[in-house]
């Protein structure tokens, strides 16, 4: 320490008379400090309690963060930081350049650092003072342990509450999971009953089932829109055709209510459940169950498809080896096994559609689904003509043609019925059926259902060899009088088709004609005289008649 002066002789004994007055306040501030410890009150106390002791300032506060020392209060400086890590906890004089300042450590439990004070005077203390000031060190230490002690337990009471909390919400969940788990357990038992029983039903069953669990309406349709099995639970519409919804607006929920919901196995779609559900207020139950009856139905779909294509594929050779001629012994043994009944009168059809399904229905399975609806029996075949079918005489045919078309979303479809009769008459019957179609489409309306018994005498007009046969017959009969027409831009074919179709009758030809009789006289004559043929003749009559009704046919499918 450095010597001083006289007069600061003085002043330094009158700061010790003053440090030695106030040591009962040193204590008094220890006890205060440990009141109500906190690091800032203990560290005013103590700042105030060493200006009391010896009127020094207190320029740098420091506290202790994982065993270095941080800025507490006080002036940024650099210099002073490196000189107190240098003290190392030790307390002691500080390197300085006119004034005095001394490194006063706090010590904590284990003795490890919990803060420090850097005091500075004008003048060094005397030893009396600096005991005092040293003596402040001890109850320092004790409230920022104290304080220290607060906020740790502090923050454990706060952990506490923060477990007890997060344990009341975990205990919630738990209990909410459990809930749920009972309720999806239920979902399950239910959805399992329903298909105990291996009734072959198994598929209405999982919907009536899905409706009770959900109280909504419910349907399942198959993946061409059919409607295989509705539960209807509330005011829900009749569905319409759900897939075809999804294909064309799959982002937009239906306008009817209805919520339709693909069911696939794999990459394919086998089916369609919709849940009438207008308000979409679907609860995390009612989305579980349709998830698990979806998945099941799948299930079950899948497994009446692998049936039917074992079905359709024997049903697929029996009906070609039929319309081609078979044994019938074989035929009816073959039939019986595919729960189809040969015994009775049948009929061929041919199905065939000008243009590929927009939705990539394929025809064949459009026309089975169609007929099933009906609940028309039938063996079905792919041909490269279109689609063949075996039915039952008995069967009504007036909607398949306004099924198909909606199933296909196009009416360019023609559909040809052959002549009923045993089976061993199939053959005939699908060659009727395969001329039916062809008269149709080449008729003015080539769209609809041609019955090949209702054509009468348009089954001439058998267009297999391209019209020659038929191009043949025309010339020989009305050769020259179409000549005539095309060249002088007479009717003369147009006359005589009336006076045929009235029986001979000159009146009523005349009158059809707005024509006097003797203007259909005469052209009468030149008819007899261009074609060569005898107008009173029954054979040559007939022939006209055949060749004229014709020639309107043909001119009239003319597109």
Known sequence: MCALSDPDLVVQADLDAKARSDLYGLFRAGSRASEQPTIRRTFRLATAAARAISGCTVPAVYTAERGRLVRYSGRANRRLDELMEARAGTSGELESGRAWQYALFF????????????????????SETLVLLSSLAEPTSAGLAMAELIVRQRRQV????????????????LAANI???????????????????RDGDGESRLVAALSGLTRRSVVLQDSLGHQRAFVRADD???????????????????????RPMEIRSGEETVGVIGLYDPDDDRTDDDRFAVEHAMAMIAVELVHHRSIAQVEIRLGRNLADDLVVGTDVVDALARA????????GSLRAL????EHTSPNGIDLGAAVGHALSAMRVPTLISRRPDGVLAIVADRSDLSTLYGRLSSTMFSARGTIGVGSAGPVEDLPRSFAGAGRAVKIRIGS??????????????????????DGAELAGYLDEWLGPLLAHDREHHSDLVHTLALYLDSGGNYDRA????TIHRSTLRYRLGRIRELSGRDLTDPEHRLNLHIAVRAQAALRGGRR
């Open 107 to 126: 010590r904590g439990a284990g003795e490890t650092i919990a803060g420090a004070f850097v005091l500075r005077l004008t003048v060094e203390p005397s």
């Open 158 to 173: 706060h952990e506490l509450r923060e477990l007890g909390l997060a344990q009341v919400q975990l205990n919630r969940t």
């Open 179 to 197: 809930l749920r788990f009972d309720s999806h357990q239920r979902i399950r038992d239910t959805l399992i009953a329903a298909v105990g029983a």
């Open 236 to 258: 829900a519409p009749v569905p319409s055709n759900l897939r075809a919804l999804i294909l064309r607006h799959p982002a937009r929920p239906s306008p009817t209510g209805w």
């Open 336 to 343: 019986e096994m595919l729960r189809f009944d040969l015994g």
């Open 350 to 353: 041919l199905v065939s559609w």
């Open 444 to 465: 003015r309306r080539p769209y609809g259902v041609s019955d090949y018994d209702r054509l009468g005498i348009l089954r001439i007009l058998d267009m297999s060899d």
């Open 510 to 513: 005349a009158d059809a004609l």
